[in-house]
């Protein structure tokens, strides 16, 4: 296959056009200057900033490709919208490989990666309709994508991801969505979220390993900066997470006005999610520091589902109730990160940013409530994208705050060449969170939370 280049400065304008920017904290740190020696400490870099936009959207993939064919399979009214959002999300992944490989070469990745699509919805269907053969038949035309996208990437990359570990890592992906949709269909809900979770860390582990290989092919475009660096690391973690609670609880307070017997099971998803977070500060700080944390954080998350019970019960008066509960968390949560930052992440930015992730939830919820599904996953996919943005904040405030944390190891002398395995930085992210969590300790541990 024969890839054609494009020029340094349509490949950086290509990737920011795809990153939201967020004005949430300043990145005080700086990198070493010494790109072949000593760690940046950075986590907006030219190679950061690439493994993010990747890290979104393939995540976000893993996200919509389940949710859509949990649509497919409940034949919900919402099917072509979540299939549409899923299509979108494709061009947008298409875009960030057209913007370095040509579009020529991004028209055939699309190409190929949406006929994965096609192939899973057509398990979807033969799955309705008991059809074994079209199960079969599906399965086997996944099989034969898998083989061909691993060409994809292993020529496109130089061989720096090599193809048979790239085929494994593919059909880990498959494995992972028809695990999910399979648990889904026999009615064993705690499965098939717990499942939904590996399969977008699953994602965010390849787009990791591809910025590596794309930022190693492509040093001149990247400025010689790594996309694994702890600081990066970091913020990557934190992305994952943020970005996943925003598709969870979307799909949480779907499912809460539905009436679904999954609610159980999607709620409990999102509040591990939640549980993600917490686990640094119980493990380092204790239980009671980590329970005073869970408090804080999962406070919004009941705000939210009293506006679903709210709005499911025609009761006005409650969702007003909830809508200022949420307002009164902005401001508090502002706050408390301000001050645990020392102003580097400033509470007047915080509370914008709060208050956009509360109104694209609602929104998407309200739109999704009177059968406006374009609206509804129009939001859900902008709540996904901004979840970015305070990732991005936090990440820059601690390793400015902790930057001892991140700085004086040395870089291997060649970037690594490995299939689709995880970071093995993640320790980072957990002390480094809990530090900024233990700075003001006393601040939670303390605090008197209201009677909910």
């Known amino acids: 296959m024969k890839m054609s280049k494009k020029s340094p400065i349509a490949v950086l304008l290509g990737i920011s ?16 200057g010494d790109h072949g020696g000593a760690i940046e400490s950075s986590v907006s870099t030219p190679a950061a900033e690439l ?98 996208q691993a060409a994809f990437f292993a020529t496109a990359t130089e061989d720096r991801l090599p193809q048979p570990a790239l085929e494994e890592g593919l059909m880990m992906h ?154 009164e968390y902005i401001v508090e949560q502002a706050a408390f990160l301000d001050a645990a930052t020392e102003g580097r992440v400033p509470a007047e930015a915080l509370e914008e940013g709060l208050t956009a992730h509360v109104g694209q939830l609602v929104t998407a919820f309200d739109a999704y409530v009177e059968g406006d599904y374009e609206t509804a996953y129009t939001n859900i996919r902008e709540a996904y994208a901004h979840m970015t943005m305070p990732a991005e904040a936090l990440s820059a405030a601690i390793v400015d705050q902790f930057p001892e944390l991140f700085t004086g190891a040395e870089m291997p002398e060649e970037m690594p060449r490995t299939g689709l395995g995880g970071s093995q930085t993640l320790p980072y992210a957990w002390i480094a969170l809990g530090l900024l969590l233990a700075a003001a300790g006393t601040i939670m541990i303390t605090r008197t939370r209201k009677e909910q």
């Open 17 to 32: 056009l795809l990153m939201p920017t967020a004005a949430l904290a300043h990145d005080h740190s700086t990198d070493s």
């Open 51 to 148: 493994r993010i936009t990747l890290d979104t959207a393939l995540t976000e993939h893993a996200f919509l490709a389940i949710e859509a064919m949990r649509k497919g399979a409940d034949g919900a009214a919402d099917f072509d919208q979540a299939a549409g959002a899923l299509l979108a999300n494709s061009d947008d992944i298409a875009a960030a490989v057209s913007s370095v490989y040509g579009e020529e070469n991004g028209a055939a990745f699309l190409e190929i990666w949406n006929s994965h699509i096609t192939y899973f919805v057509d398990y979807v269907v033969a799955t309705g309709e008991g059809n074994q053969e079209g199960i079969d038949q599906a399965l086997a035309e996944l099989e034969e994508y898998k083989v061909e």
């Open 174 to 327: 498959i494995d992972d969505l028809l695990e999910v949709f399979d648990a889904y269909v026999a009615g064993d809900f705690e499965t098939a979220y717990t499942g939904e979770r590996e399969a977008i860390h699953h994602m965010s582990m390849f787009a990791e390993q591809l910025s590596v290989a794309i930022a190693d092919q492509f040093p001149d475009v990247f400025e010689g900066t790594n996309p694994d660096t702890p600081a990066v690391d970091l913020r990557a973690d934190l992305n994952y997470i943020f970005t996943e609670h925003a598709g969870l609880a979307a799909m949480a307070m779907q499912d809460g006005i539905d009436g679904a017997d999954s609610f159980d099971a999607s709620a409990g998803a999102l509040f591990a999610n939640s549980d993600d977070l917490t686990a640094a500060v119980a493990s380092v700080y204790g239980d009671e520091a980590g329970d005073a944390f869970l408090d804080i954080w999962n406070s919004h998350i009941g705000y939210f589902v009293d506006y679903v019970v709210a709005t499911g019960g025609d009761d006005e008066a409650g969702q007003e109730q909830a809508l200022a509960d949420l307002d």
